[in-house]
């Protein structure tokens, strides 16, 4: 189940209080996901230190290679087609390349 609280700008109590099950929340994620124009290809110029770089990579790897989900989780990467988690993947190593990085996190990644 996953809950979901509505707030008003002025108050800090829920005003309103929804509980969805799991196949509810992943409907609403394949809904916004096949949305037109979801698939289109953006530009975006990004200036990041390398640190970030990569924690961000770790973070998308790690994101992406849960061994056992919790039942209880809304995990919208359960409905995300194989090719765009490996769109992601191959993101994250694309990242690490243009930083220098690679070499370093591999041998991060053998300690």
């Given at each position: 189940?996953?809950?979901?609280?509505?707030?008003?700008?002025?108050?800090?109590?829920?005003?309103?209080?929804?509980?969805?099950?799991?196949?509810?929340?992943?409907?609403?994620?394949?809904?916004?996901?096949?949305?037109?124009g979801m698939n289109d290809n953006i530009k975006i110029t990004?200036?990041?230190?390398?640190?970030?770089?990569?924690?961000?990579?770790?973070?998308?790897?790690?994101?992406?290679?849960?061994?056992?989900?919790?039942?209880?989780?809304?995990?919208?990467?359960?409905?995300?087609?194989?090719?765009?988690?490996?769109?992601?993947?191959?993101?994250?190593?694309?990242?690490?390349?243009?930083?220098?990085?690679?070499?370093?996190?591999?041998?991060?990644?053998?300690?």
């Amino acid at each position: 189940m996953a809950v979901l609280f509505l707030k008003s700008e002025n108050d800090c109590e829920p005003k309103f209080f929804f509980m969805l099950a799991k196949t509810d929340v992943a409907r609403i994620y394949e809904t916004v996901l096949s949305i037109p124009g979801m698939n289109d290809n953006i530009k975006i110029t990004l200036t990041i230190s390398r640190k970030n770089i990569l924690l961000l990579s770790k973070v998308v790897e790690r994101g992406l290679t849960v061994k056992e989900p919790d039942e209880k989780s809304n995990n919208v990467l359960d409905i995300v087609p194989k090719e765009n988690l490996q769109e992601l993947l191959l993101l994250a190593t694309d990242m690490l390349d243009k930083a220098g990085l690679t070499e370093m996190n591999q041998k991060l990644q053998s300690l």
